[in-house]
């Protein structure tokens, strides 16, 4: 059955960039949003393609992710239910600086720039409030990164998990032994670091009995202990 408008809105309404949307202007942006799947693996859309379209996540999860000239791969982000990405596309038709691909059954809300950009033309106060959500945003990433900047890795490791472990919440999970689908490969590209170095604080972790390592996935069982080897 396709999703209501109002099925659509209440979405949005927990995505932080159109947080500060009003229940009039929340069923405006909903009306042209449109119900969009990924498979596992299948790329959103790619690294210098045009950018005319922004995505919500209504299920599942997506990473977006840069390749060097030499073939390596770097994991810029994750993102799950709630997350926003490929946003800039609501302001301008730049092209993509990174590619997001599915990381499982992906299901999204996906809006065209150009309906976007009438909607605020027709709406100032779509266009302020928008505008104010996505500078909270930058600022928050601004200061994400000067942190990161500053920590080991053994830091970069702990917050990454525990960004996936707040996606697996997001997502149904429980407080406790919280399921993460990730390979040690992802979580080191997601946190900067080497597969070894990465490898080597698992380890710590495992043995500490704050998580116990499958394959392809990772369990938390006390998600609150990554707080004390994060500085």
Do not use: W
């Not at 299948?42 to 919500?56: H, I, K, L, R």
């Amino acid at each position: 059955m396709p999703a209501s408008t109002e099925d659509i809105a209440s979405v949005l309404a927990a995505v932080p960039a159109f947080a500060e949307l009003g229940p009039q202007e929340l069923s405006e942006v909903a009306a042209v949003a449109v119900p969009r799947s990924f498979a596992p693996g299948e790329a959103v859309f790619c690294e210098g393609d045009a950018s005319n379209t922004c995505y919500v996540v209504r299920e599942g999860r997506a990473r977006a992710i840069r390749e060097h000239a030499d073939g390596r791969q770097i994991t810029l982000a994750t993102f799950g239910p709630g997350d926003i990405f490929g946003e800039l596309a609501m302001f301008d038709e730049e092209r993509r600086s990174a590619t997001v691909e599915a990381i499982d059954e992906l299901e999204v809300l996906a809006i065209l720039g150009g309906d976007m950009r009438r909607l605020m033309r027709d709406h100032a106060d779509i266009a302020v409030k928008l505008a104010v959500a996505l500078a909270r945003r930058l600022r928050g990433t601004n200061e994400r990164l000067a942190q990161q900047s500053f920590q080991t890795v053994q830091s970069r490791v702990a917050t990454a998990l525990a960004q996936l472990v707040e996606q697996a919440r997001a997502a149904g999970a429980g407080e406790q032994d919280v399921e993460v689908t990730t390979t040690q490969a992802d979580l080191a590209k997601l946190a900067g670091s080497s597969r070894e170095s990465a490898s080597r604080f698992l380890a710590v972790l495992e043995r500490a009995g704050v998580i116990s390592q499958g394959r392809g996935r990772l369990t938390v069982h006390d998600p609150s202990a990554l707080a004390g080897y994060v500085y």
